[in-house]
């Protein structure tokens, strides 16, 4: 029982951070957000019984990358980033639409997972997810994920380059 | 400890990628030569792709396999690879111009071959995590290209435009992806079939899963609603890389597509076929109507593009049965009218300088007689009229969505067809009939590279006409096993 508060509790901190994200008006509080969304959600991994992974997450997301987004937000010193939109019915249309459209995504996850509720609440397998067995997996049945994600990340730092230069 | 068994990677299944990724990354190296040599690039770029043909006798009929299954090769992925190496060849060719004075031609390379490397892993493999993963490499470098010869405001919006709504669907994709791996517990396709799902419960779960796969892929194909980013990222790109961009990353999406009903066997179920009429219907109607009155030539091949792409997923909808051959065929034809009408676009832009509108045409027959016969050729067969291929991948595809029982479907097609041919002749009528104001700017300038290559792209769509029943015999899946 204490798994299911400490699961809700982490729940309702992410989804609320998460907001914050995007409905925050400075740059660094949502910065601030996004760093408690990405804490919370690798509570929710030690609760799966899945270390390693919570580790990593901690690490890569909060150790590194949210470090970098305070850091450029910082650099680039940007204080109000939410700039007045003029308040238009096109405007009202597309948000509202776009509200009914999340909120029925929304409906139909919930209702499918319902349904699927009976079979996937019993038999919860606890991840046997040690360094060594995740190493192992990792180089022998995903092998070639790992190498096309090296294959991404070369690509990726190719095009950063060559979009970030100087003409 | 011997409790691990070890995967039969087998690396022939991977090898065109691994030689078209190690002479990506050679010709990131000729920076270092003087100016001059990138000039001479074009030539070993068509060279290594013409190599990957080579591949061919060893694939055929031997379902090469590696990595557990992950990636395996069969008669129908060797056809959807000869595409895709067709579609990068032609683009190269209609990038040399450009690249010819630009330093950053080894990027260019390098970017479209990893782009050709994630597509022909995307047509191989087996798996939706590889799946991702590749069409995430295609993506990142497409991204690239269409921003990489920008020159203004214009270029930056497209490519920023493209990379936001693209990152967009490739979340959608994943987050399907996570849907299915949680109602099956398996990535791979094989053992994917919904009648393999233990409990009727998770059935609920595991569509929603695909339709949202369904929704990332569309992105690529570029079906309505998911169209938004086509014109403006075909106009701020440069023309050959539009070019490519409205062939390949179609032919690699449309693969997995392909997969995806064939071995899972999904678009028997009524939702699923549900979300495809929806998206054929859409852009075959939207895709059709905005082409009417666009005046851009590029932006008026985009809605065109659109369009098309809902004539193919009528093949989609019948696919266990006929639907098969028609769409490859329906394919093989698209690769060379659609790159083919692009290119004629790169042409006119080289010569005129900046972005073509349709009146810019106008007087092409008297200036350059065999551009403009190559450009009736390619309108006529994107329009379906008879002795171009256009027709037959129409007529086939028609064909066996009326003998399925989509009778609906296929009226709205025929009808957008009709509606078509008006903007498709508006170009022929501007080449022929309009007379150019101040005098022939088309200039005949001796012998030119890209309207023979052009000229032979026509040719052969006359051809496609001429042996269609021969090649769509040949294309029936099931017969090449």
């Known amino acids: ?6 699961f809700w509790i982490l729940s309702i901190i992410m989804v609320v951070s998460a907001l914050g994200v995007i409905m925050m008006k400075s740059a660094i509080n949502s910065v601030i957000c996004l760093l408690l969304t990405m804490l919370s959600l690798a509570g929710v991994y030690v609760l799966q019984g899945s270390y390693i992974v919570a580790l990593f997450q901690i690490i890569v997301y909060v150790g590194a990358i949210v ?24 405007n009202f249309i597309i948000s509202s639409l776009a509200v009914l459209t999340v909120a029925g995504v929304v409906c139909i996850l919930w209702y499918a997972l319902r349904l699927s509720m009976p ?22 049945r995903h092998l070639l994920a790992l190498e096309l994600v090296s294959v991404l990340l070369l690509a990726g730092a190719v095009g950063a380059l060559l979009i970030g230069r100087k003409e | 400890m011997n409790e691990m068994q070890l995967i039969d990677i087998n690396i022939v299944s991977v090898g065109p990628e691994i030689i078209l990724l190690a002479a990506g990354i050679l010709f990131l190296f000729f920076k270092l030569f003087p100016a001059k040599l990138s000039r001479y690039l074009s030539v070993p770029a068509m060279i290594i792709l013409f190599c990957l043909f080579i591949f061919l006798p060893f694939f055929r009929d031997n379902n090469v396999a590696g990595f557990a299954g992950a990636i395996k090769w069969d008669n129908t992925s060797l056809l959807f690879y000869i595409l895709l190496l067709f579609a990068a060849l032609l683009a190269i060719m209609f990038s040399h111009g450009k690249l010819k004075d630009n330093e950053r031609a080894g990027e260019f390379y390098f970017l479209l071959y990893v782009a050709q490397a994630g597509m022909i892993l995307m047509v191989t493999a087996r798996d939706l995590l590889i799946v991702f993963l590749s069409m995430e490499i295609l993506s990142v470098s497409l991204y690239v290209l269409v921003g990489m010869f920008r020159a203004g405001k214009a270029q930056m919006e497209a490519m920023v435009k493209y990379f936001l709504l693209g990152s967009f669907s490739s979340a959608v994709f994943l987050m399907g992806l996570a849907l299915i791996y949680g109602a099956s517990g398996a990535t791979h396709f094989d053992s994917l079939y919904p009648a393999t799902i233990s409990s009727l419960h998770m059935l609920a779960l595991f569509y929603i899963g695909v339709v949202m796969v369904l929704a990332g892929l569309g992105f690529k194909i570029a079906a309505v609603p998911f169209h938004m980013w086509a014109p403006d990222a075909y106009e701020g790109a440069d023309e050959s890389v539009a070019a490519f961009l409205a062939a390949a990353p179609k032919i690699a999406a449309f693969a997995v597509i392909y997969r995806l009903g064939m071995i899972m066997n999904l678009y028997t179920v009524e939702t699923l076929t549900a979300v495809i009429v929806v998206m054929s219907a859409g852009s075959m109607v939207l895709g059709n109507l905005a082409a009417l009155k666009q005046t851009m030539l590029i932006r008026m091949l985009a809605y065109s593009g659109i369009a098309q792409v809902g004539y ?17 065929f329906y394919l093989f034809v698209y690769v060379f009218m659609n790159m083919g009408a692009f290119g004629i676009a790169v042409f006119l832009s080289r010569e ?39 027709f037959f991948a129409k007529f086939y595809i028609f064909k066996s969505g009326i003998e399925a029982g989509y009778l609906g479907v296929v009226i709205i097609a025929v009808i957008a067809t009709v509606v078509s041919l008006y903007y498709y002749f508006r170009v022929i009528m501007a080449m022929y009939m309009q007379e150019k104001e101040e005098g022939a700017r088309w200039g005949s300038a001796g012998f030119d590279f890209l309207p023979a290559v052009l000229f032979l792209c026509a040719f052969a769509l006359l051809a496609c006409g001429l ?3 021969h090649l769509l015999s040949s294309l029936m899946p099931g017969e090449a096993h």
């Open chain 2, 312 to 328: 193919m997923l009528i093949g989609i909808l019948v696919l266990p049965q006929s639907g098969a051959a028609a769409l490859l």
């Open chain 2, 467 to 469: 042996i269609a029943p």
């Open chain 2, 352 to 390: 005129k300088g900046g972005n073509v509108a349709i009146d810019d045409l106008a007087g092409l027959a008297k200036g350059r007689p065999l551009v403009a016969f190559a450009m009736a050729v390619f309108m006529i067969s994107l329009a379906g009229i008879p002795p171009t291929g256009g």
């Open chain 1, 1 to 6: 029982m204490i798994e299911q508060a400490v």
């Open chain 1, 67 to 90: 470090v970098l987004f305070l850091f450029v937000v910082m650099l680039l010193n940007i204080k109000n980033i939410r700039r007045e939109v003029a308040v238009d019915y096109r």
């Open chain 1, 119 to 140: 079979e996937a609440g019993g038999d919860i397998v606890p991840a046997a997810a040690g360094v060594k067995e995740m190493a192992l997996e990792l180089l022998n």
